[in-house]
C-alpha cells in the first residue's frame, strides 16, 4: 500500500499527494468534469452535486472504474451539532460514490479508505468525515463500517421520484430559483412517488480532539433484521 505522488514537483522536494495504492484498487484525484460525467452517467441519482470539493477516480488493474466527491454537507454549518466548536472548513461529506459492479468485491471500502489517506495529506484541517448509507441503496451501510467509519444513528428522511428521478424534500419547497430541480417537481408534485426512508449517519475521526468533542453517541452497528419464517 503506497502514497502516489505528483511528479511535479521533484526539483523542489515538495511533491504533491495524488493518490494511494492500495490492495484491491488505486484511488487517484481526477478533475470535476471527469467525476461528473461518472456519476451522472452511473450514480443512481444521476445527479451531481456543485459543493463538491475533491474528485477521486478509482482504478482497478489501470481501468477507472469508480468515483468518489469529498466536499461541504447541504448544510455545511451543521457541523457545530456533530462536533462541537467545528468549523465549516473542519469537516467533509462524503457526496457521491458510484463503483462499477465489474470491480472486485470490497472495492468500495477499499476506495473509501484510500480517499480517506490522502484528504489527510490535501486537507490536513479536516478533523471528521461524515456520510449516509441510504435505504435507496438498500444497504445499511456495511461499506463504511468496513472503512473503520462509526455509526452514529439513523433518522428518515423524505425523497421523492418522478420518471425515474430522485429530489430531496427540500427540493418541495425550496425557492426554484436556489435549487436545481425544485421547479421539475413542484411542477408535477401529484405525480411524484414519495418515500420516507431510513439514513444512517456514519462518522470517521481524523483528529482527537473531534471524537472527544463529537456531540452525538457512537451506536453498534446496524444489522439485517432477521427474516421471519414463512
Same mark, same amino acid.
Given at each position: 500500500?503506497?502514497?502516489?505522488?505528483?511528479?511535479?514537483?521533484?526539483?523542489?522536494?515538495?511533491?504533491?499527494?495524488?493518490?494511494?495504492?492500495?490492495?484491491?484498487?488505486?484511488?487517484?484525484?481526477?478533475?470535476?468534469?471527469?467525476?461528473?460525467?461518472?456519476?451522472?452517467?452511473?450514480?443512481?441519482?444521476?445527479?451531481?452535486?456543485?459543493?463538491?470539493?475533491?474528485?477521486?477516480?478509482? @482504478?482497478? !488493474?489501470? $481501468?477507472?472504474? %469508480?468515483?468518489?466527491?469529498?466536499?461541504? /454537507?447541504?448544510?455545511?454549518?451543521?457541523? #457545530?451539532?456533530?462536533?462541537?466548536?467545528?468549523?465549516?472548513?473542519?469537516?467533509?461529506?462524503?457526496?457521491?460514490?458510484?463503483?462499477?459492479?465489474?470491480?472486485?468485491?470490497?472495492?468500495?471500502?477499499?476506495?473509501?479508505?484510500?480517499?480517506?489517506?490522502?484528504?489527510?495529506?490535501?486537507?490536513?484541517?479536516?478533523?471528521?468525515?461524515?456520510? @449516509?448509507? !441510504?435505504? $435507496?441503496?438498500? %444497504?445499511?451501510?456495511?461499506?463504511?463500517? /468496513?472503512?473503520?467509519?462509526?455509526?452514529? #444513528?439513523?433518522?428518515?428522511?423524505?425523497?421523492?421520484?418522478?420518471?425515474?428521478?430522485?429530489?430531496?424534500?427540500?427540493?418541495?419547497?425550496?425557492?426554484?430559483?436556489?435549487?436545481?430541480?425544485?421547479?421539475?417537481?413542484?411542477?408535477?408534485?401529484?405525480?411524484?412517488?414519495?418515500?420516507?426512508?431510513?439514513?444512517?449517519?456514519?462518522?470517521? @475521526?481524523?483528529?482527537?480532539?473531534?471524537?472527544?468533542?463529537?456531540?452525538?453517541?457512537?451506536?453498534?452497528?446496524?444489522?439485517?433484521?432477521?427474516?421471519?419464517?414463512?
Amino acid at each position: 500500500m503506497t502514497i502516489i505522488y505528483s511528479d511535479q514537483g521533484v526539483l523542489t522536494g515538495q511533491r504533491a499527494v495524488v493518490g494511494y495504492r492500495g490492495q484491491m484498487c488505486e484511488v487517484r484525484l481526477i478533475g470535476r468534469a471527469v467525476a461528473n460525467k461518472l456519476i451522472r452517467e452511473n450514480h443512481y441519482s444521476r445527479k451531481t452535486y456543485s459543493n463538491s470539493l475533491h474528485h477521486f477516480g478509482v @482504478f482497478v !488493474d489501470g $481501468r477507472l472504474c %469508480g468515483a468518489l466527491q469529498w466536499g461541504y /454537507a447541504m448544510n455545511p454549518a451543521s457541523g #457545530g451539532g456533530i462536533v462541537k466548536g467545528a468549523t465549516i472548513d473542519q469537516w467533509r461529506e462524503l457526496n457521491r460514490m458510484w463503483i462499477s459492479d465489474d470491480a472486485p468485491r470490497n472495492t468500495e471500502s477499499s476506495a473509501i479508505a484510500a480517499s480517506v489517506k490522502v484528504l489527510r495529506h490535501i486537507a490536513p484541517q479536516v478533523a471528521f468525515l461524515q456520510s @449516509f448509507a !441510504d435505504e $435507496r441503496c438498500g %444497504g445499511l451501510g456495511v461499506v463504511y463500517q /468496513a472503512a473503520s467509519f462509526g455509526f452514529f #444513528g439513523s433518522h428518515i428522511a423524505t425523497f421523492w421520484r418522478l420518471d425515474g428521478e430522485w429530489f430531496h424534500n427540500i427540493a418541495a419547497t425550496a425557492s426554484p430559483s436556489k435549487r436545481r430541480g425544485a421547479a421539475i417537481l413542484q411542477g408535477r408534485i401529484d405525480e411524484a412517488e414519495r418515500f420516507d426512508l431510513r439514513q444512517f449517519r456514519y462518522l470517521r @475521526f481524523l483528529k482527537p480532539w473531534a471524537r472527544r468533542a463529537c456531540l452525538l453517541t457512537e451506536e453498534p452497528y446496524p444489522k439485517p433484521e432477521p427474516v421471519e419464517p414463512a
